[in-house]
């Protein structure tokens, strides 16, 4: 699936796309000329690299959906694809081999950026093909950006965990596929589709609950949900069915429905996916609307014995609030590695984003995955986020940063507690490392602190970058938890200039929960706005 896609330095070496599929042929056996290309037939690869580095692109939309110019976030940049996935075997489908081997030709290629789209379980540094080959690629000077999954909202399910490694979570734009569903009582409920066809305007249909709509061998659950051979098309024919989310996929119940003979499709929210409705392109008229609005249809359709609706095209509506949000389906933390490291380390727009496709895939797959909001409109957490939403063009000019170098990378890996040969996997002579040594002041940009037990001194560094300035520290405590920064004022004269600080975290004796709290440092000149999540949990206390 996925593709490792780099901007190049040079300006004249061209590096096109390269394919790795060796370790994937031990697997698999002898492979034939489809796989011997890096061609992407999936969509993924080309999706990805494009969202990354694309060029301006007029008259982009998604059947007429969105039509604009698109682009990626760095529009100029020089790309080169690396191919390292292919169909899935026994449930892998990018091999160890062929991930480190596509690093090492990245690295040899000398690539500025690797942008890396896959991602596994989790499992110790020395023993994940991503960390190690991106560990190399940071030796070398490549900034290396990963995915941090598509595993949430579930706690602790972000992959990419290095600290050498940019991990990125999804949320939304400020754009919207509207589509309406219009009730026989004249109450109109918003949802959301990206069906390329609609019905007539203003033309009402039959509306049908799925469940009323069951073969006679299935039970009226599994109607519901739209499952293969569950529907009667007798009672399904030239009508809209409402169909209820969960189980099988999304378009796969609007294929249900149109095979069954349904003219159209509202898809209707479980009360546990909440508010989180998602533009899908249906083989059919469809809308998708959130719990509370699906309550609504099959209240109406229960209460009428000739319920009837129509379901509007859907358009396309910009600067649409509240935005960003996080994708439900984007993974969060904690880090089940190590803990003292938060991740993701930022957010970036990733839901319905229009990009390159293969045009190897028939139909257009549902490229947004799960958007949105946490799907119960809860506040997100530094767990989902990170940092916050990306700023590109602040990055340019961030004032201050937290500075590391290989070697820190290396007393980090000791710290964890690797051993000689575990350590020699990512330096390439022996290194010694320093005794004693803890994590407590590896001198990441956030401060996590997974166990407080009463108190404890943090020390960072803080590298001046831009002008001569005065940044003077403001603090946002988490709850429970007092914070206290010394000195409250940095003072830097020339550019490169380091100077240290020593953050004290302190749970308040009262009232600490025991669950994870968040708050916030800010090293401001007023200009720069050099923020630091800082992530608390206090040890159990009878
Ligand atoms: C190559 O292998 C794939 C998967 O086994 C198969 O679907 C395809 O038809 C083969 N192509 C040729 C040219 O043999
Ligand atoms: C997209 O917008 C452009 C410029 O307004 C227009 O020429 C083009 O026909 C539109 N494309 C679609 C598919 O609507
Ligand atoms: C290394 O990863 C493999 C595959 O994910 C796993 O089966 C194995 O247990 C891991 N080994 C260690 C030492 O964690
Ligand atoms: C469902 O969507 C409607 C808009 O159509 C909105 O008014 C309503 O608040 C949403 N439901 C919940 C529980 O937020
Ligand atoms: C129910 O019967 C139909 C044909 O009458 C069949 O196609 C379908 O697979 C059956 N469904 C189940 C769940 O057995
Ligand atoms: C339903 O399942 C049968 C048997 O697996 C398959 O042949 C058929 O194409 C499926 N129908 C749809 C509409 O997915
Ligand atoms: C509609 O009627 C069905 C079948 O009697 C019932 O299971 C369902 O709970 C009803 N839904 C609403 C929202 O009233
Ligand atoms: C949203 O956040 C609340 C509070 O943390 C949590 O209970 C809920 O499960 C979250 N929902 C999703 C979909 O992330
Ligand atoms: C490091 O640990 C691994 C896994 O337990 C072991 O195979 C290896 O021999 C150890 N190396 C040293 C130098 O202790
Ligand atoms: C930070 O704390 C360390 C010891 O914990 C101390 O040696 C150092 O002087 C402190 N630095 C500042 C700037 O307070
Ligand atoms: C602890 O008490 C303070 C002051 O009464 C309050 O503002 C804060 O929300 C409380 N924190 C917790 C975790 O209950």
New binding site residues.
């Given amino acids: 699936m996925a593709i490792l896609c780099a901007k190049l330095v040079q300006q004249r070496k061209l590096i096109g796309a390269r394919y790795f599929n060796k370790g994937y042929a031990t697997v698999v056996g002898p492979l034939n000329s489809t796989f011997n290309t890096p061609r992407d037939n999936e969509g993924h690869g080309s999706h990805t690299l494009s969202t990354a580095g694309g060029n301006f692109v007029a008259g982009a939309s998604v059947f007429g959906l969105g039509n604009g110019t698109a682009k990626g976030g760095s529009p100029k940049a020089r790309v080169a694809a690396y191919k390292v996935c292919w169909p899935p075997v026994g449930g892998n489908e990018c091999f160890d081999a062929d991930i480190v081997a596509a690093f090492d030709m990245a690295i040899h290629d000398g690539v500025d950026v690797l942008s890396v789209s896959l991602g596994g379980q989790p499992t110790p540094f020395f023993n994940d093909s991503v960390a190690l080959g991106s560990f190399h690629a940071v030796k070398h000077g490549i900034v290396v950006v990963c995915s941090a999954g598509n595993s949430g909202p579930t706690a602790a399910t972000v992959s990419n965990v290095a600290p050498w490694q940019i991990t990125v979570g999804a949320s939304t734009m400020d754009r919207d596929f509207r589509s309406y569903v219009v009730l026989g009582n004249k109450m109109r409920l918003e949802g959301q589709s990206l069906s390329p066809t609609a019905l007539p305007s203003n033309k009402f249909y039959s509306l049908i ?1 799925a ?2 709509a069951k073969a006679a061998n299935v039970s ?1 659950a599994d109607a519901l949900l739209c499952k293969n051979g569950t529907l009667d098309p007798r009672k399904v024919r030239g009508k809209i069915l409402v169909c209820l989310r969960g189980e099988n996929a999304r378009v796969d119940k609007g294929e249900q429905a149109l095979s069954a003979g349904a003219v159209g499709m509202v898809l209707a929210n479980t009360e546990l996916t909440g508010n989180e409705i998602i533009a899908d392109a249906h083989v059919l008229p469809a809308s998708h609307i959130n719990f509370t609005n699906g ?1 609504t249809v ?2 109406y ?3 009428t014995k000739s319920p009837k609706a129509y379901i509007t095209r859907a358009t396309t509506l910009l600067s649409t609030k509240p935005a960003p949000f996080m994708a439900a389906f984007s993974s969060k933390g904690p880090n089940p590695i190590t803990p003292e490291i938060l991740k993701p380390d930022i957010t970036a727009p990733g839901v319905s984003v229009i990009a390159a496709y293969t045009e190897a895939q028939a139909k257009t797959q549902d490229n947004s995955r799960e958007p949105l909001l946490n799907a119960s409109y809860s506040k997100a957490t530094p767990f989902s986020y990170g940092a916050g939403h990306v700023h590109p063009n602040g990055a340019m000019d961030p004032g201050l940063v937290y500075d590391l170098t290989v070697n820190d990378y290396l007393d980090f890996i000791c710290a964890l507690g690797y051993n000689e040969t575990q350590v020699s996997m990512f330096s390439d002579s022996p290194y010694s490392c320093p005794n004693p040594i803890s994590l407590t002041n590896f001198n990441y940009p956030s401060i996590t602190v997974p166990l407080l037990a009463d108190s404890i001194t943090v020390t960072r560094t803080l590298k001046n970058v831009g002008s001569p300035g005065t940044y003077k520290a403001r603090v946002h405590e988490p709850s429970g938890i007092s914070v206290l920064v010394k000195p409250k004022s940095l003072k830097f004269n020339k550019v490169g200039e380091e100077k240290s600080f020593n953050v004290t975290l302190k749970v308040k004796e009262a009232n600490a929960s025991k669950d994870y709290v968040f708050g916030k440092l800010i090293w401001s000149d007023e200009k720069h706005h050099v923020g630091s999540p800082i992530v608390v949990k206090a040890a159990y206390r009878n």
Avoid: P
Wanted: hydrophobic share 40%; proline share 0%.
């Fill in positions: 609950s469940a009323d009226a309550v099959f209240t359709t229960n209460s």
